[in-house]
C-alpha cells in the first residue's frame, strides 16, 4: 500500500519502490509531480512483521515437539495452540495498524494525499532488493536454531516443579519444601494439578489470575487455601499410575511411635491395613478402597472450606439405589444442606499426598526410628517436640531457640552426658535434625504447620476416616456409618518363638493408658493434637473450664461471673469418668459432700429448670441460636447462675448488651 499525491490532488496508480521515488512527466502545457510514499515503511508495521515472523518460528518449532515428545504435556499445548497464536494473530493485526496510523498521520499533514493499492514487487536483480533477500535468508539461519532450542529450553523449564515452586509461585515454598520430600517428588506438579490436554490447564490458569495479581500486590492469603476444591477429578490424574481396578488385599504397616519418658521407650505399632479393592476383577469389593467401587457413587457436602464438617453422605449403588445419611438431626428425605457437594474420590482421602507437614510427634519418631536422633539420650523425644511447638517468629530465631533449649536441659540436667565427648556429639546432631525438622514443617511467614491442613489419611491428628464413620451418620432405614475398627485394620504382636523367630499375632489395641467410662467413645483426634499430648480436662474441654470460671469469650457480653465451686473442686470430685455419665451417678456424688435433704435430686432440678429456659426461648433467630449452642458445648450446668443470667436475657430477646 502506498500514498501518491500530485500537485492536483489525483491519485496515481503506477510502479511503486520500497523507498520514496519522486518522478516528473510533462504533459502539453503543464508539469505534474508525483510523490509515492511507502505505507508499510513505519515501525508498528515493522514490529508487526516481526512478531508474525518470529510466531511462525515458534509455532513450527513447537509443533516439532509435539511430533517428537512421547507424551502429550500442557505446556506444549498452551503454548502450542493457544498463546502462539494469540501472538502470531496480535502481530497481523498489527501490521494493518501501522499502515493506518502512517496513513493517517501523512493525511493529516496534507489532505490532498490519496491512498493507491498494489502489489508488492519483488526483483532481485535490484541490488536493494537483493542484499535484503540475502540478510533474510541467512538471519533465518542463525535465528531457526537458537529459536528452536531455547524454546526446547524453555517448555522443559515451564514444565519444571521447580518453575512452579520458585520462579512462579514464590509464595508456595511451605508446598515445595514438603513436595520435595514426599513419595511424588518425581511427578511433575503439573500431571496432578493439571493432567493432559490444554482445556484444564487453561482453566486452572485463567482461575488463577486472582491470585497472581494478589502475589504481585502481596495480599494473598496466609497460609495459601488448600486446592482440592479446584482440582480436576483423580481418575483424569492418580489414576494414570494408580489403578483402582487391581486394589486388593492387605497391606503390613509398621508405624514408629516412641514414649516421652527417660527412655524413649519403643511402642511402634503394627497393622494390617484392609486396602481391599474396588472392582471385582481382583478379588472382593471390600476394605478401605470399597470407596472407589466402580460401579458405586458416593457424594457428600461439606459445610467448611477445607471438608472437615460433612453433615451429607449419599452413596448410590449399581442398581441406582439410593441412601442418604445424615447426622444433623434432620430426615433424608429432606433438602441436602447448604455447602460444597463433591462425588468421593482418592483425593477426599488422600488429600496430602505430595505436601504433607508432619505433626511434631510424627516427625521426631521416624528420626528417632531411622537412628538420626540417638534413642538413648535421655527424654529426647519430650524435649524434641516441646522444642518444635514453640511459636518462633522466623526461621533464624527458631534455629537459634532450638539450639539453646535442647543444650540447656542437656547441660543443667544431665552434665555428665553433656561433658562426655560423645553425648556432646549426639546431642548436637539431635539438635541439627530437629532443626531440619523445624525448616522443613514450619512456615512462619506463611503460617504455616502441622495444623494448617488437615490430613485425611487415618484420624489421628484430625478428623479423616470420623468426618464420615462417627456412628452418628443416620440413614432412614436407622442404619448408620458405624466406627468399627476392624474394617480398616488389624492390630498385631510380636511374640518370640526362639532361635530368633518371631510371631505375629493379632490382637485388639493396647493405649498406653486405660481408658474408661465416656473417653472410651472419643475420636483420636480430640486428644491427640500432634504435639504435647496434656492429658489435663482443661485441654479438651477447655470451653467449660472458662464457664465455670466465668471468662468465656462466648458470653462476654451478659458480664456473668464464676461459680461458686469453680476454684473449690476439681473435675474428678464430681466426675468418675470410668462410669458412663446419668443424673443418677452425680446425684450420688453431690450428696457425698452436700447435705442430702437439701441436695438430692439437685442436679436433676438443674436439668428441668434449664430445659423450662430453653423452651421460653424465642426461635428462628440465629444469633440466639449460636448462644445456646455455645451454652450446650459449655455445659449449661457447669455454672447455673450464670445459665440462669443468660437464658433470661435470651428469652427477653436481649442479645445486645
Not at 500431571?191 to 500486590?217: N, P, Y
Not at 438431626?329 to 507437614?357: E, I, Q, T, V
Not at 504455616?448 to 456412628?471: A, E, K, M
Not at 476439681?570 to 450428696?591: A, F, G, Q, R, Y
Request: aromatic letters at 8%; glycine letters at 8%; charged letters at 25%.
Amino acid at each position: 500500500m502506498t500514498a501518491t499525491v500530485d500537485d492536483k490532488g489525483s491519485a496515481d496508480l503506477g510502479d511503486a519502490t520500497p523507498q520514496s521515488l519522486p518522478s516528473e512527466s510533462i504533459d502539453a502545457g503543464h508539469a505534474t509531480a508525483i510523490e509515492t510514499v511507502p505505507l508499510w515503511n513505519n515501525l508498528i508495521t515493522i514490529l508487526g512483521m516481526l512478531i508474525v515472523g518470529f510466531s511462525l518460528l515458534l509455532l513450527a518449532t513447537f509443533a516439532l515437539l509435539e511430533i517428537v515428545s512421547p507424551a502429550r504435556n500442557p505446556y506444549v499445548d498452551i503454548i502450542g495452540y493457544l498463546v502462539l497464536p494469540i501472538v502470531l494473530i496480535s502481530g497481523i493485526v498489527t501490521i494493518p495498524f501501522g499502515i493506518f496510523f502512517k496513513s493517517w498521520r501523512l493525511r493529516r499533514k496534507d489532505r490532498t494525499q490519496r491512498l493507491s493499492f498494489r502489489y508488492p514487487h519483488f526483483d532481485l536483480s535490484d541490488p536493494g532488493q537483493r542484499r535484503v533477500a540475502k540478510a533474510a535468508f541467512l538471519g533465518s539461519i542463525v535465528l531457526l536454531p537458537i529459536v528452536g532450542v531455547s524454546s526446547y529450553h524453555g517448555y522443559h523449564y515451564t514444565d519444571s516443579s521447580e518453575f512452579c515452586g520458585k520462579a512462579c509461585h514464590s509464595v508456595m515454598e511451605p508446598q515445595y519444601t514438603t513436595y520435595e520430600r514426599s513419595p511424588h517428588a518425581r511427578v511433575a506438579c503439573a500431571e496432578c494439578h493439571i493432567g493432559d490436554g490444554a482445556g484444564w490447564f487453561v482453566k486452572s490458569k485463567l482461575s488463577g489470575t486472582r491470585q497472581v495479581l494478589a502475589t504481585l500486590r502481596e495480599s494473598f492469603s496466609r497460609p495459601i487455601a488448600p486446592a482440592i476444591q479446584h482440582l480436576r477429578p483423580a481418575r483424569d490424574t492418580c489414576e494414570h499410575c494408580h489403578w483402582p481396578q487391581k486394589f486388593y488385599g492387605a497391606q503390613l504397616k509398621e508405624v514408629p511411635r516412641y514414649a516421652r519418658d527417660e527412655t524413649n521407650e519403643d511402642r511402634s505399632l503394627m497393622m494390617l491395613l484392609n486396602i481391599g479393592g474396588g472392582h471385582s476383577s481382583a478379588g472382593p469389593v471390600e476394605g478401605i478402597h470399597w470407596h472407589m467401587a466402580l460401579a458405586s457413587k458416593i457424594e457428600y457436602i461439606a459445610t467448611d472450606d477445607q471438608l472437615q464438617v460433612i453433615p451429607w453422605v449419599r452413596i448410590t449403588d449399581a442398581l441406582g439405589e439410593e441412601t442418604i445419611y445424615r447426622n444433623d438431626s434432620k430426615p433424608s428425605s429432606d433438602p441436602p444442606p447448604d455447602g460444597h457437594r463433591r462425588n468421593l474420590d482418592c483425593m477426599d482421602c488422600h488429600n496430602r499426598p505430595a505436601h504433607k507437614f508432619r505433626p511434631p510427634q510424627v516427625a521426631v519418631d521416624l528420626m528417632l526410628s531411622a537412628g538420626r536422633i540417638d534413642q538413648t539420650l535421655p527424654f529426647i523425644k519430650r524435649e524434641a517436640v516441646k522444642a518444635l511447638v514453640q511459636q518462633y517468629p522466623d526461621e533464624k530465631t527458631a534455629a537459634r531457640r532450638i539450639g539453646s533449649a535442647l543444650i540447656g536441659f542437656y547441660e543443667k540436667t544431665y552434665p555428665e552426658l553433656w561433658n562426655s565427648s560423645r553425648g556432646a556429639v549426639n546431642i548436637k546432631q539431635a539438635v541439627d535434625v530437629v532443626r531440619e525438622l523445624y525448616r522443613t514443617n514450619f512456615f512462619p511467614d506463611m503460617n504455616v504447620d502441622w495444623q494448617t491442613y488437615p490430613d485425611n489419611i487415618g484420624h489421628l491428628y484430625s478428623p479423616g476416616c470420623f468426618r464420615c464413620h462417627d456412628g452418628r451418620h443416620l440413614s432412614g432405614r436407622g442404619e448408620t456409618l458405624d466406627m468399627d475398627c476392624k474394617s480398616c485394620h488389624s492390630f498385631l504382636s510380636r511374640q518370640e518363638q526362639g532361635n530368633g523367630l518371631e510371631q505375629l499375632t493379632e490382637g485388639p489395641f493396647e493405649h498406653p493408658f486405660e481408658l474408661g467410662g465416656l473417653h472410651q467413645g472419643i475420636r483420636c483426634d480430640q486428644c491427640h493434637s500432634g504435639g504435647i499430648l496434656e492429658t489435663t480436662c482443661e485441654t479438651c474441654h477447655n470451653k467449660t473450664a472458662e464457664f465455670i470460671a466465668g471468662t468465656s469469650p462466648d458470653f462476654s457480653r451478659f458480664e456473668i461471673e464464676a461459680d461458686s465451686m469453680g476454684g473449690a473442686v476439681d473435675c474428678e470430685t464430681c466426675h468418675n469418668t470410668s462410669e458412663p455419665l446419668v443424673i443418677e451417678t452425680m446425684n450420688d456424688t453431690c450428696i457425698g459432700c452436700h447435705d442430702e435433704e437439701e441436695y438430692d435430686g439437685m442436679v436433676v432440678k438443674w436439668q428441668r429448670e434449664l430445659e423450662e429456659l430453653y423452651r421460653d426461648l424465642p426461635d428462628g433467630d440465629v444469633e440466639i441460636q449460636a448462644i445456646r449452642d455455645a451454652l450446650n458445648r459449655a455445659g449449661a450446668n457447669h455454672n447455673m447462675a450464670a445459665s440462669r443470667k443468660i437464658l433470661r436475657a435470651l428469652s427477653t430477646g436481649k442479645t445486645k448488651f
